[in-house]
Nanobody, 119 residues
């Protein structure tokens, strides 16, 4: 079992920045990829960024060049640096952990942290 706890969400004006953190605990060795996902009201959850155990990253087109995913393996912590935020980035952001196959297949989810961007 893996527990994921997000932090760092909040309210910011357009053009601002936030840094999300996700602390992982438990059987973290059983997962070799992690990611950030988001869900806006009335919409489906979508992938934002993923990173595997070798540090390879992938991003949704909508956040490329603005968001950066990273991890501190020693601290079992995942990060999402979000710059140049837009109102359309407003959503609940979830940390996730899983196993890399063709994609990062998610097995565990955090409880989410709210990000609100005002125009």
């Amino acid at each position: 079992q893996v527990e994921l706890v997000e932090s760092g969400g909040g309210s910011v004006q357009a053009g601002g920045f936030l840094r999300l953190s996700c602390a992982a605990s438990g059987d973290t060795y059983s997962n070799d990829c992690m990611g950030w996902y988001r869900q806006a009201p009335g919409e489906e959850r979508e992938g934002v960024a993923t990173i595997d155990s070798d540090g390879r990253t992938s991003y949704a087109d909508s956040v490329k060049g603005r968001f950066s995913i990273s991890q501190d393996i020693a601290k079992n912590t995942l990060y999402l640096q979000m710059n140049s935020l837009k109102p359309e980035d407003t959503a609940m952001y979830y940390c996730a952990a899983g196993v890399m196959t063709a994609i990062c297949t998610i097995h565990y989810w955090g409880q989410g942290t709210q990000v609100t961007v005002s125009s």
